[in-house]
């Protein structure tokens, strides 16, 4: 797996479009709905927290925002 920052596997980082989106680990519980709404964003790591892969440039800014709000416990920060 290919991390957008492989220094911050969980950002945050700043993508193309200009969003800039973060994973809080700490707050993470790995439930994968991140995954299945941005799968080019999201991966999960060998400890099953939530990363920004290399190819998060080909998810919309929209979709991410989704993912972010579709975090059931808001680990997920994404500019809109």
Same mark, same amino acid.
């Given at each position: 797996m290919a991390f957008k920052d492989e220094s911050k596997p969980s950002g945050p980082v700043t993508l193309a479009n200009g969003a800039t989106v973060?994973? !809080?680990?700490d707050l993470c519980i790995g439930c994968g709905a991140c995954t299945a709404v941005a799968p080019k964003t999201f991966g999960l790591d060998s &400890?099953?927290?939530s990363t920004?892969?290399?190819?998060? !440039? &080909? !998810?919309?800014? &929209?979709?991410?925002v989704s993912a972010k709000n579709g975090c059931p416990v808001g680990a997920i920060s994404a500019s809109e």
């Open positions: 973060a994973v !809080d680990r &400890e099953g927290k920004i892969l290399a190819s998060a !440039d &080909e !998810d919309a800014k &929209e979709t991410i």
